[in-house]
Nanobody, 117 residues
């Protein structure tokens, strides 16, 4: 069983930066890909960034060049550095992990990011 605990959300002005953290409990051996999703009011949840177990990363077009996902395997933690934030980035951000062998989906509780114009 994997538990994910996020932190780092908040209120920021447009153009500002935030860093989200997601600490995963359990053995890193059992965790595959990890990523961040977000859901804005009235919109479906979307995957923002993913980091593969091997370290490859992918981003949705709207955040390329502004967001960076990384992980610290020693701490079982994944980060999302968000720069040049825009009001359209306002959403609840969720950490996600895929079970490496089970294929199960694990989710954090979500952290609110609000970008004011």
């Amino acid at each position: 069983q994997v538990q994910l605990v996020e932190s780092g959300g908040g209120l920021v002005q447009a153009g500002g930066s935030l860093r989200l953290s997601c600490a995963a409990s359990g053995s890193s051996f059992s965790i595959g890909d990890m990523g961040w999703h977000r859901q804005a009011p009235g919109k479906p949840r979307e995957q923002v960034a993913v980091i593969r177990r091997g370290g490859d990363t992918n981003y949705i077009d709207s955040v390329k060049g502004r967001f960076a996902i990384s992980k610290d395997n020693t701490k079982n933690t994944v980060y999302l550095q968000m720069n040049s934030l825009k009001p359209d980035d306002t959403a609840v951000y969720y950490c996600h992990a895929k079970g490496r062998f089970s294929g199960n989906d694990y989710w954090g509780q979500g952290t609110q990011v609000i970008v004011s114009s």
